[in-house]
């Protein structure tokens, strides 16, 4: 009975570092997850910037063009 009782606790045992390391890959992976959704709003953010430029360089070109005399 002895023997039968340290099975299961050495299976237990098995189980619950197996759990742990599951456990662990999945914070592993919900951090690395975390990282690249900063890393997305980073560069839309990003974006959005460069469109307003690109809107304000696009204006002053329409702008200098209307101002330039027509030969």
Same mark, same amino acid.
């Given at each position: 009975?002895?023997? #039968? +009782? ?8 098995? +189980? *619950?570092?197996? *759990? #742990? ?14 990282? #690249? ?21 696009? +204006?002053?070109?329409?702008?200098? #063009? ?6």
């Amino acid at each position: 009975e002895r023997d #039968s +009782q340290n099975a299961k606790l050495a299976d237990a045992n098995s +189980q *619950i570092a197996k *759990i #742990s390391k599951e456990r662990d890959d999945a914070l592993g992976q919900l951090v690395g997850l975390k990282d #690249s959704e900063h890393r997305v709003a980073v560069l839309l953010a990003e974006n959005t910037e460069l469109k307003e430029k690109l809107a304000t360089a696009e +204006q002053t070109v329409r702008e200098v #063009s209307e101002d330039k005399p027509k030969k």
